[in-house]
């Protein structure tokens, strides 16, 4: 063990094995694009855990380790995949269909990908409604099928030798729904699974089966997952750290750079107009009313968290806020997210601002993968038990303590993120106060 002045953390000794419910474009990208780099196909671009430095001390010290060289994470060398879906297509099939990634590459890992065939999945048609596919798992009860999750968990890490475990929700947007009375105590948990309780999702199924098996989850969807009472007990309980909700990729990333910035200058936002169109499988999914309104939750809750109108009123109280997301085919996953804001500043006079973001979502949502298992074993290892908020940098709408709101700034969100890595080795925080430099 390494010690500390504030936590000890275990060596990240063996492999580490990551499990992704879903295995659409998102997980594919991700399998993929580690693979590539192990191969020295392409560079890790996008992730803070692989190129971003930490500045420690003073400037005047000029300590700037590397990140993964500051804290022990594990190796892309010790990564190995696996997951469910409800398709039956190999990753590297299932990467082809996706389009994310040039053929010549993927076929380059065809050996890989080729190796990687999902698990059949948990499946309910009332949480996801506009897809369907065979490879689903029977059974008489929601416990039933749980209990098959957390089998196929097991033999995982027995074919595998992994020495630990990392879950990452890569699945489907499920449609809205809020905490239940089924979700109020772990107790009441446990028998609706047994009682098939319509309340229970299959993400908060996998979650479930994940912490009962001593395996942290971070959920990339914006589903109600592991944010009610019975699984934050359980992953309490065994001493887990959880993170999430909602990968933070494209459009509201872009609104956490320019939404503080407006604020910084006190800048007045009348109006946000955005609209997005992509054409993989997640804009199919959004197609329906019950997923889009999980999405649309997510993606309005940062702007009012940011502006905060109740402490501006005058410049943000009447901020009208509109998200939109269609389903377009011809894009595949080269999402399109257009923004009109309409911003005004001294004495009131009206301006414009007009963003066209032409991203890549799964190119865009690999890196971010990547970083939350590493930093969440990482936390595990180190210790650190239930929600991660120093993760929120990675998610559009942060887990948060009871009561607590979220913070979005993506900069306050860096500075906690790198702070809380100063922190477990025992190192100054940064204010960036300055003084120190004039006295």
């Known amino acids: 063990m390494s010690t500390t002045e504030n936590v000890r953390i275990a060596p990240p000794e063996g492999k580490l094995g990551i499990l992704t419910p879903g295995m659409g474009a998102v997980a594919t990208t991700f399998l993929a694009g580690v693979e590539a780099v192990r191969r020295g196909l392409g560079l890790p671009i996008g992730s803070l855990t692989q190129l971003a430095t930490i500045r420690l001390g003073k400037r005047t010290d000029n300590r700037s380790p590397m990140i993964k060289d500051f804290v022990p994470l594990a190796s892309l060398d010790d990564l190995v995949f696996a997951g469910w879906d409800i398709y039956?297509?190999?990753?590297?099939?299932?990467?082809?269909?996706?389009?994310?990634?040039?053929?010549?590459?993927?076929?380059?890992?065809?050996?890989?990908?080729?190796?990687?065939?999902?698990?059949?999945?948990?499946?309910?048609?009332?949480?996801?409604?506009?897809?369907?596919?065979?490879n689903v798992k029977q059974g008489a009860s929601k416990m039933e099928k749980t209990e098959m999750l957390m089998d196929d968990i097991a033999a995982f890490r027995k074919n595998t030798g992994v020495a630990r475990t990392i879950m990452l929700w890569c699945g489907s947007t499920e449609v809205f729904h809020r905490p239940a009375a089924v979700h109020q105590s772990l107790a009441e948990f446990e028998k609706g699974l047994a009682a098939n309780d319509p309340e229970i999702s299959p993400s908060q199924m996998y979650a479930y089966a994940a912490l009962k098996s001593g395996v942290p989850?971070?959920?990339?969807?914006?589903?109600?997952?592991?944010?009610?009472?019975?699984?934050?007990?359980?992953?309490?309980?065994?001493?887990?750290?959880?993170?999430?909700?909602?990968?933070?990729?494209?459009?509201?990333?872009?609104?956490?750079?320019?939404?503080?910035?407006?604020?910084?200058?006190?800048?007045?936002?009348?109006?946000?107009?955005?609209?997005?169109?992509?054409?993989?499988?997640?804009?199919?999914?959004?197609?329906?009313?019950?997923?889009?309104?999980?999405?649309?939750?997510?993606?309005?809750?940062?702007?009012?968290?940011?502006?905060?109108?109740?402490?501006?009123?005058?410049?943000?109280?009447?901020?009208?806020?509109?998200?939109?997301?269609?389903?377009?085919?011809?894009?595949?996953?080269?999402?399109?997210?257009?923004?009109?804001?309409?911003?005004?500043?001294w004495l009131g006079y009206p301006m414009q601002i007009k963003i066209d973001f032409l991203c890549r979502d799964s190119i865009l949502a690999a890196p971010v993968a990547l970083d939350i298992v590493l930093f969440l074993d990482l936390a595990q290892r180190a210790g650190m038990r239930g929600i991660q908020e120093w993760m929120s940098f990675y998610f559009k709408a942060p887990l948060t303590a009871p009561g607590l709101y979220p913070e979005h700034d993506i900069f306050i969100?860096?500075?906690?993120?790198?702070?809380?890595?100063?922190?477990?080795?025992?190192?100054?925080?940064?204010?960036?106060?300055?003084?120190?430099?004039y006295d």
């Open 88 to 134: 039956e297509d190999d990753a590297y099939q299932t990467a082809v269909k996706a389009g994310v990634l040039d053929r010549p590459l993927l076929d380059q890992l065809k050996d890989h990908l080729s190796a990687i065939r999902p698990m059949k999945a948990v499946f309910d048609h009332d949480y996801v409604r506009l897809i369907d596919g065979p």
């Open 217 to 345: 989850f971070a959920n990339g969807a914006p589903n109600l997952t592991t944010e009610v009472p019975a699984l934050l007990e359980l992953a309490r309980d065994r001493q887990l750290p959880i993170a999430g909700k909602d990968f933070k990729t494209g459009q509201t990333f872009m609104k956490t750079l320019l939404a503080p910035g407006l604020k910084a200058r006190m800048l007045g936002v009348r109006g946000w107009y955005s609209t997005n169109i992509l054409g993989n499988r997640d804009g199919e999914v959004l197609e329906d009313p019950g997923s889009f309104k999980s999405k649309e939750e997510t993606k309005l809750s940062v702007l009012g968290t940011i502006f905060q109108p109740e402490l501006y009123p005058m410049l943000y109280k009447d901020l009208y806020h509109l998200v939109r997301i269609n389903y377009y085919p011809p894009r595949g996953d080269a999402k399109e997210g257009w923004d009109n804001i309409d911003i005004f500043g």
């Open 413 to 437: 969100q860096l500075m906690k993120l790198k702070n809380t890595l100063r922190w477990m080795r025992g190192e100054d925080l940064i204010t960036h106060l300055g003084l120190e430099y």
